[in-house]
Nanobody, 127 residues
Framework: VQLQASGGGLVQPGGSLKLTCAAT????????IAWFRQAPGKEREGVSC????????SYADSVRGRFTISRDNAKNMVYLQMNSLKPEDTAAYYC?????????????????????WGQGTQVTVSS
């Protein structure tokens, strides 16, 4: 199983980026997917998650209204559209998969519930 997050980069405050999570030899469609981030010296934070059928999503309070998670099961990809980026959004961003039932549990962005993790993509928001 290989997950790969991509799309990170350097952007000015107020800018936008779209992250992509892709899988090799692994079908994402049947799994809940979440994006996490970790900044240097800080704990890993759940950013957003989406159900296998895309009918349920969740967001951390810190990104709600600015980030949008989506998925295209036909392309085996999950996306995170990040708008109005702030310096505090600077972090390495990771995608991870979990059994579909996780999306219906309390603490659905508990990292311990996610089984497979991709390599991160760095997002830096700076002027």
């Amino acid at each position: 199983v290989q997950l790969q997050a991509s799309g990170g980069g350097l952007v000015q405050p107020g800018g936008s980026l779209k992250l992509t999570c892709a899988a090799t030899n692994y079908t994402l469609a049947v799994y809940a997917i979440a994006w996490f981030r970790q900044a240097p010296g800080k704990e890993r934070e759940g950013v957003s998650c989406i159900s296998s059928s895309a009918d349920s999503t969740s967001y951390a309070d810190s990104v709600r209204g600015r980030f949008t998670i989506s998925r295209d099961n036909a392309k085996n990809m999950v996306y995170l559209q990040m708008n109005s980026l702030k310096p505090e959004d600077t972090a390495a961003y990771y995608c991870a998969t979990a059994p579909p039932i996780v999306i219906f549990t309390i603490n659905r962005m508990d990292a311990t519930k996610y089984d497979y993790w991709g390599q991160g993509t760095q997002v830096t928001v700076s002027s």
